[in-house]
T-cell receptor, first 109, second 115 residues
């Protein structure tokens, strides 16, 4: 059974700081996703990572993928309050998306 | 807006009642997915369709749950004899299998509260 584990599950950080969220998955997958979810809202797609060594950046967020280690990271640079949300890592397996439990990110002004 | 839409957005019902939710996918998307998300958890796969065919159902989908996509366009998810444990956000997503990433796009969700 494919499992997706995120670390940490909760993160409180100061504005301006850098931090990384880690995502491990247990078996091979076709692709990896990062989503953002605001309270009471649906999921917003941030990144789709397909291949080993893939790196994508959008604003203060950068995602990378190491398929050999079955590890993805989401790096936050110089955090701002607007980035406060829950971030989900997810992998595609047999046409289904398997999600991690999410990382609740709270950025303090 | 040509995104995935869901109706209703919120539903409050009493235990034992039946409820039905609707999902309208992005036009021309041939796949449609249903997920359930409980508080503090990630979404969990329930079932999906390719066109009108239901291809897979999760073990999470008890006999009280039924989903249809009769004409390969919109889909309905019905829950019979609701229980308090059914309280959750029900998310619908759609995708097009021939698209570059076959990415799933999520709707706003239907929040169900069972009293």
């Amino acid at each position: 059974e494919l499992k997706v584990e995120q670390n940490p599950l909760f993160l409180s950080m100061q504005e301006g700081k850098n931090y990384t969220i880690y995502c491990n998955y247990s078996t091979t997958s076709d692709r990896l996703y990062w989503y953002r979810q605001d309270p009471g809202k649906s999921l917003e797609s941030l990144f789709v990572l397909l291949s080993n060594g893939a790196v994508k950046q959008e604003g203060r967020l950068m995602a990378s993928l190491d398929t050999k280690a079955r590890l993805s990271t989401l790096h936050i640079t110089a955090a701002v309050h607007d980035l406060s949300a829950t971030y989900f890592c997810a992998v595609l397996r047999d046409d289904k998306i398997i999600f991690g439990k999410g990382t609740r990110l709270h950025i303090l002004p | 807006d040509t995104g995935v839409s869901q109706d209703p957005r919120h539903k409050i019902t009493k235990r034992g009642q039946n409820v039905t939710f609707r999902c309208d996918p992005i036009s021309e998307h041939n796949r449609l997915y249903w997920y359930r998300q409980t508080l503090g958890q990630g979404p969990e796969f329930l079932t999906y369709f390719q066109n009108e065919a239901q291809l897979e159902k999760s073990r999470l989908l008890s006999d009280r749950f039924s989903a249809e996509r009769p004409k390969g366009s919109f889909s309905t998810l019905e829950i019979q004899r609701t229980e308090q444990g059914d309280s959750a956000m029900y998310l619908c997503a759609s995708s097009f299998t021939l698209a570059l990433y076959n990415e799933q796009f999520f709707g706003p969700g239907t929040r169900l509260t069972v009293l």
